[in-house]
């Protein structure tokens, strides 16, 4: 081939090349409509629906930072340098905790009723003294995972001893000084009736925690209460039986909304006791000393931003508390409080005549 006809066949090659593609050309297909993110308002604010689904969803949660100091710190602590020059000496220092909090729930309606999923995690990096010995640590635990259905509940939740008259004042930390007002989270299975009138009934099955008190037979914890709400504030009362003990345990509850800013509660609580085991025997719903204990506080709304929270707090073995929270929302979302905290016993055969003071510190970013 000469050069000439070189040429001609390289200047034809582009048109050739042209009608090939036209000949095998790919069709797009139009694009598939975009499924957006719809609300879901019938179960409060945050929720939306899982695309496809008619499941609504709210992922919430919080990062907390807190700082404790004096009885809400860390106390007698070994000095580890003068322990390894062959010295024994003891400091108070900082108690610190990060946390993140991690709240999924997913609700849809059935023919039985709501159906609803919930799990709470916490991520925690904190500061201990095992031992005496200050350290860091890191863990993950579980602190709500249930099943719901209508009004059944089954799995790790908030006892209903204390989810039936709330928490004690409000205040951040509010069962210090020996006067706790309920076990911790636990396995259950429980049913709560709800009536548009504000009367709530409730009953539960309960495994318990610890090695104190997690069932060792058959037979588990046993809780029944009621509560009414109304505009006024509310009322409300809660029987348990620890069957691991054979040990009951109750509250009453009174809560008033004097104002639009100001609201107080009274509440009391009796429990059994074995004779043979002394007045601070075992008891899974009844955590204070001696037979009976009572609490009272209240809030004050002063500001938009700035609230006061005080509870005080007292049982049979003379065991004292009072607590008092400023929490202030710096901005939207985020609320850092100041706590000053006081506790002491007043009897005079445990030598312990003035008292502690704790301060505690807490950042809290909600969303």
Partial sequence: MNF?????????????????????????AEPEPVEYVRICDVYGA????????????????????DIGVGFLG??????????????????DTYYKRARFALRIDARSETELGTLRSYTALLFNYTTSAP?????????????EAFIELGGFRIGKAKSLFKTITYDAGGVMNDDRGGIDYGPDNANQIAYTFRSESGLL??????????????????????????????????????????SVWDEVAGKIRL?????????????????????????????????WGGDWAVWGGGKFE????????VQVAYDQAEDFTAVVDFPYELVPGLVITPEVAFQDNF?????????????????QRNF
Wanted: contains cysteine; negative net charge; proline residues 3%.
């Fill in 4 to 28: 000439r006809g070189m040429l001609l066949g390289l200047t034809a090659l582009p048109l050739a090349l042209s009608e090939a593609k036209a000949a095998d050309a790919v069709v797009v």
């Fill in 46 to 65: 945050g929720f939306y629906f899982i695309p496809g689904t008619e499941t609504c969803l709210k992922v919430s949660g919080y990062m907390r930072y």
């Fill in 74 to 91: 860390l106390q007698d602590v070994i000095d580890k340098k003068d322990f390894a020059e062959g010295e024994v000496d003891f400091n």
């Fill in 131 to 143: 031992d005496g010995v200050t350290t860091s640590t890191d863990s993950l635990s579980v602190d």
């Fill in 201 to 242: 009934i409730g009953a539960a099955l309960e495994e318990g925690t610890g090695t104190e008190y997690t069932l060792d037979s058959y037979l588990p914890h046993a809780v029944v209460g009621v509560s009414y709400k109304q505009d006024w504030g509310g009322i409300s009362a809660v029987v348990g039986y620890d």
């Fill in 255 to 287: 809560d008033i909304n004097a104002s639009d800013r100001l609201s107080l509660f009274l509440m009391a609580g009796y429990r059994s006791t074995n004779d043979d085991l002394g007045p601070n025997s075992p008891n899974y719903f009844g955590a």
């Fill in 302 to 309: 002063a500001t938009d931003k700035a609230d006061i929270v």
């Fill in 347 to 363: 009897d005079d055969d445990l030598g312990d005549e003035d008292g502690e003071l704790g301060g505690f510190l807490r950042f």
